[in-house]
């Protein structure tokens, strides 16, 4: 008797829901059956960031969500990047939210992963995947530090200065006590470029250099330098700036008799 009183309450719900809303769930089943079958490549960004809202919200706010956000955002990739702020100011549920935030943060630990895994000196790519994804919403130059052991595995990455949006103060000593502290072999620094331009300045050049030198000093290895751009990057290591201004070092160390 349960039973048929259930089924029964379960056509009630299904007949009562408006034409609207049945065409809105065959909508969200057919972006379904062609994500599990094609792939993301398969859906526009708007497709994704609906079918995103049907997970987590009614029949009645995931397309109201769906517009408002492409709308305010304009692509998948900055509705991901949005602050919780923005994400807020756009009205969508908070589990909406917690989900958004959960998917942006997800490729960031399992890149960070990846460059763990890996000797990172030799990948600057793999280290600049997971640099972007934990500095590509920053406002303003941030210098960071990779401390690596002795099979160049990260044991920690730590954000130590903070500048303007063209320019940043750093001092060498506290590179260098944070190093010592932290008992590592190496280092990569990295820092963004909020223009987006990853080229290095002259300065960044000549900063580069000095730390290099004081890395041969103090025997902590400067395996390379990142600057962090729109989706790009510059490596100082993979440009062979690294070497030459080891070999500058070295250069000097003979011309001194040291």
């Known amino acids: 008797m349960q039973d048929s009183r259930e089924v029964s309450m379960r056509r009630q719900l299904s007949n009562s829901r408006t034409p609207s809303q049945l065409t809105s769930r065959k909508g969200v089943t057919q972006l379904k059956e062609k994500f599990i079958r094609w792939g993301i490549e398969s859906l526009a960004d708007h497709e994704v960031i609906e079918l995103l809202f049907s997970i987590t919200s009614s029949f009645d706010k995931y397309k109201k969500y769906t517009i408002e956000c492409t709308k305010q955002f304009g692509s998948l990739r900055q509705l991901m990047e949005a602050s919780p702020e923005e994400l807020r100011e756009s ?17 960031a630990r399992i890149l960070k992963q990846k460059a763990v895994d890996k000797p990172v000196y030799r990948s600057s790519r793999a280290v600049f995947d997971y640099l972007y994804y934990s500095m590509r919403r920053l ?9 690596l052991n002795r099979r160049n595995q990260i044991l920690e990455a730590i ?85 030459k201004y080891e070999d500058s070092f070295l250069t000097l160390r003979m011309k001194a008799g040291v």
């Open 91 to 107: 009205g969508i549920a908070r589990d909406a939210m917690l989900l958004i935030r959960l998917m942006s943060e997800i490729p």
């Open 139 to 147: 406002k303003n130059e941030v210098f960071k530090v990779i401390h």
């Open 159 to 243: 954000d130590l200065f903070e500048g303007t949006v063209d320019n940043i103060p750093i001092i060498p000593r506290q590179i260098v006590e944070n190093a010592i502290r932290c008992r590592a072999v190496s280092v990569i620094y990295a820092h963004n470029h909020p223009s987006g331009d990853p080229t290095p300045s002259k300065s960044d050049k000549q900063l580069t250099r000095d730390l290099v030198f004081i890395g041969n000093i103090v025997q902590i290895r400067v395996l390379d330098h990142i600057i962090i751009g729109d989706d790009s990057h510059f490596s100082f290591a993979d440009e062979g700036l690294i070497e």
